[in-house]
């Protein structure tokens, strides 16, 4: 089967953002009223609990795993990427702030039964070869009335104008200066066996998640954006893509 091969491919393209993955909007956090904004979606989703073992799968360079932290909660990272985790490391030291970072498979989580309150993820789960799988695994993560939530956006669907789709290729070369890397977005080899790829969403969250015996609901949040001049010049056609969706899961007794 193609999974073993698909895991390298996707742990390579993601560790080979790590090192700019957070200057693009919606990836890393620009403002405090954004850091704000994404406190307040992440304290309703938890019930406004407090003192929680919290479990952020897919990681990445830890952006939410560091606001859960700030929260209160008891946070445990996982990520493909050794890369994306040495980022995430670095930025909670920076910040004097306690998370546990390490190694993990979103589909296979290396814990116990039981083991956590709750479970976030963000911008995961299309990445996933088996999201049915990483959804059974997660549920069984959790203690009874554990809360998953999964951030995410139907980036698949939203159609750019030609206005914005000139601005993308004009910001190219500017990208390519400042960041030392190319931003074109191409289509993978491997992006075809994705099943959130085809599946329109939310509706396919709701569907999977109600289907493992979860209590599912889903709310749309809209993030603000603040770029500098430069962030602007290269990221400003990306405004359409602020609005993302919250589907919150409760596991039943």
């Known amino acids: 089967m193609y999974e073993g091969d698909l895991k390298q491919k996707i742990r390579q393209q993601w560790g080979n953002r790590a090192r700019t993955y957070d200057n693009c909007p919606g990836h890393g956090i620009h403002s405090e009223q954004e850091k704000q904004t ?11 609990k407090q003192g929680l073992r ?5 990681t990445g360079t830890g952006a939410l795993a560091l606001l859960l932290a700030e929260l209160g909660h008891e946070t445990v990272g996982i990520d493909l990427s050794k890369r994306m985790l040495k980022k995430a ?11 546990e970072f390490k190694v993990g498979d979103a589909e296979d989580p290396p814990f ?4 956590f309150d709750a479970i976030v993820s963000r911008h995961v789960l299309w990445t996933l070869p088996d999201p049915e799988n990483a959804g059974k695994a997660w549920k069984d993560l959790l203690k009874p009335g554990g809360i998953i939530v999964i951030i995410d956006g139907d980036f698949t669907r939203n159609k750019r104008t030609i206005l914005q789709e000139i601005w993308r290729l004009m910001a190219i070369p500017l990208i390519l200066l400042t960041e030392k890397r ?20 939310p509706a396919a969250d709701i569907k999977l998640f109600e289907s493992l015996g979860f ?7 809209e993030l603000p954006r603040e770029y500098s001049i430069l962030n ?5 056609y990306s405004r359409y893509s602020k609005y993302q969706f919250v589907v919150k899961g409760v596991k039943t007794a």
């Not at 994404?38 to 406004?48: D, H, K, R, V, Y």
């Not at 670095?90 to 004097?96: D, F, I, L, R």
């Not at 116990?112 to 083991?115: A, D, I, K, L, Q």
């Open 215 to 221: 209590a599912a609901s889903v709310t749309e949040v």
């Open 89 to 99: 490391g670095e930025k909670a030291q920076s910040g004097n702030l306690f998370v």
């Open 38 to 48: 994404w406190m307040q979606i992440l304290s309703n989703a938890l019930e406004q």
């Open 112 to 115: 116990g039964h039981g083991s």
């Open 232 to 236: 602007y010049i290269k990221y400003g």
């Open 54 to 58: 919290v479990l952020d799968v897919g």
């Open 182 to 201: 190319d931003p074109r977005m191409k289509k993978q080899d491997w992006d075809e066996q994705l099943p959130m790829r085809r599946w329109k969403r």
